[in-house]
């Protein structure tokens, strides 16, 4: 059945209480207050069942102290029944209230001016004509409009007629891929616990739901649910409702509480918004300012930063305490004093980072999500994000869950890992930076077999995408990765070696050769950055074995024929198991305590040697050249 949320609004006392009262039977001042004074302080609430559907309207003060009660009750709401009064036509709150209803986007309304019995009939063409001319200059002009009495009842039938109408012809406003409550009452009913209650937005709520009650962060289950009156196992959006909710208590419940389905998002702070204000309060709308935001149930304060540099319409609010709000749901920003609606925030990002100004990525983000297309979207906000964006972050501001943005999104993006997206050519021109970069150092140090990992941290890019880059060229055979090294396949320092490189090669090799145990340091051998290099490349070729002394903290290099032999030798001096002290190792090589202890240990890591406390065997079924990675 469709049904539509109207907000009843206009100047105080002109007969909105009493017309809603006329139309559905039910006097929605209810509390005892506005009995004694004779005015709405709250918003209440009635409908009309009709053959097409139901009208729920929600009765606003018109009183401007209870403006903000205005807001909530508009906030919500699809379509407006704006009640003049014929006897004194257009004043300052029914303005006001149509100011509010054209910002938060309510188009569809019908017009009743009311009190028709008390307004003399040579009067009332007059009256009629003034309230026509005035309501020209506002986007309701073209809404139907009806006269009539809740006194004597002139005009209800035809009133009635134009709502029906008008549910045909509404439509929902504001939306959000998660169920969203905003909470405008809670109370403790008596044997059944907590109850809240509001105007449903976002998506329809079920009994089996599992719903977080924010800014909180509890989570709630629903005990039952009501809509007017009625036990329900789900509600529309658009519909007011009832939760009776289990596990929780009235007083965890503040004002601009929200209750919404699990994965909605976090409280926030800084809110990302485009900026829309009344046409004669632009001036009022300054750097720094602060402002009153109300949107939902929510009434909060925040300091107004405007984006320089860019669009001057967009800005972020910076709010004193955590809201809980959505993509495209809409603020009424007021001046704190005096206390006056200045304009409206429409908002683009609610979980905006602290930027001291509007720089140009952040900027296309915003008209991005302005225009609410989610490539658009991803886009921008992927090259604001150095090449990768959360998936998270680009439904939200996309209005979209995350498994609708994965399919609604082209094939120009790509998955990174389960949380990050990137694209295509972001993708590209990273993985060409990454190998230029490996490249440019195999050019500047062509014996270095590889580069360490940092020359590939790109500033440029985000560590998501470098990992995945790094990862693609790993598994295409073009990158070899090891530890904190990098290096591209195709490089081969052997190869690139000069002839007069290749004798020095061959000169330390043999150095190494012939200093077998003795003099491993090869205190004669030229130290310069070549040898260096060049000592490192048979390192790498596995033709000198480096082995660390370690109470020393020094480095040992011997050559891999020096380590086969002294094996062999131990294995032939110590055999069958037969166990041997580090002192009678050291004299069945002949060699030094400073290189025993880091030989041994080198056999021992390698399965040659087992050590017991202060004795070794040698393992004979370990061959030498398997063992130590000849
Ligand atoms: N003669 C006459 N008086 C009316 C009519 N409708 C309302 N009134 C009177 O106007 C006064 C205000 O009526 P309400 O219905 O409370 O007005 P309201 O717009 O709801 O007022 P707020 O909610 O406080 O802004 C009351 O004294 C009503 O009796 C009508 O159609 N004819
Ligand atoms: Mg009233």
Known sequence: MKTCCAVVIGHVDHGKTSLVGALTGTDTDRLPEE???GLSITNGFAYCTYDSGIIDLVDAPGHKDFIQAMISGASAAQAALIVISLVDGVCEQTLEHLRIAALLGISQAVIAVTKA???????RPEQLAKIKATLS?????????????????????????????????????????????????????????????????????????????????????????????STRDHVQPGERMAANLRRINPNDISRGSV???????????????????????????????????????????????????????????????????????VGILRCLSPSETIGKAVFLDPQAIQTGSGYRERLNVLEAAQKGDPNAIADALIKQGNGVAKAQNIAKLARLRLDDLLTTLSSNF?????????????????????????????????????????????????????????????????????????????????????????????????????????????????????TAELTQLLIEAKRLMPLHNVALNKILIFHIDTITDAAETLSAAFPEHQTFTT????????????????????????????????????????????????
């Open 35 to 37: 009995k004694a004074r």
């Open 117 to 123: 019995d008390a307004c003399p009939s040579y009067d």
């Open 137 to 229: 200059q506002t986007p309701y002009a073209e809404a139907p409009l009806i006269v009539c009495s809740a006194q004597s009842g002139e005009g209800i039938e035809v009133l009635h007629r134009a709502l029906e109408n008008l549910l045909q012809r509404s439509c929902l406003n504001v939306s959000s891929p998660y169920s969203f409550l905003p909470i405008d009452r809670s109370f403790n009913l008596t044997g059944k616990g907590t109850v809240v209650t509001g105007t449903l937005l976002g998506q329809a709520i079920t009994n089996d739901d599992r719903l977080v009650l924010q800014p909180l962060g509890r989570e709630v289950s629903i005990r039952s649910l009501q809509s007017r009156g």
């Open 259 to 329: 209750l919404c389905t699990q994965g909605f998002g976090a409280p926030t702070q800084n809110v990302d918004v485009h900026l829309v204000s009344v046409p004669e309060q632009t001036q009022r709308l300054k750097h720094m300012q602060d402002v009153r935001v109300l949107f939902g149930a929510s009434s909060a304060v925040a300091q107004l930063r405007l984006f320089k540099g860019g669009n001057q319409d967009f800005a972020q609010l910076r709010f004193s305490k955590p809201v809980v709000c959505f993509t495209g749901q």
């Open 414 to 530: 790509q998955n990174l890992n389960d949380d990050y997206l990137s694209s295509q050519e972001q993708i590209e021109s990273a993985k060409e930076a990454v190998l230029q970069a490996i490249a440019h150092y195999h050019d500047t140090h062509p014996l270095r077999s590889s580069a360490p990992r940092k020359v590939i941290d790109l500033r440029s890019f985000a560590q998501p995408l470098l990992y995945y880059i790094e990862d693609q060229l790993v598994a295409d055979g073009i990158l070899l990765k090891q530890a904190n090294k990098v290096a591209l396949v195709a490089h081969n320092p052997i190869r690139l070696i000069s002839d007069a490189q290749r004798r020095v090669l061959d000169e330390i090799e043999t150095a190494y050769q012939c200093a077998a145990l003795n003099d491993p340091t090869l205190e004669n051998t030229e130290k310069n950055e070549e």
């Open 583 to 630: 002192s009678q190792a050291r004299v069945a090589l002949g060699t030094s305590r400073k290189i025993i202890v880091p030989l041994l240990e080198h056999f021992d890591a390698h399965g040659m040697t087992v050590r017991d406390k202060d004795t070794r065997y040698v393992e004979p079924m370990k061959t030498v050249s398997q063992n130590h990675g000849a």
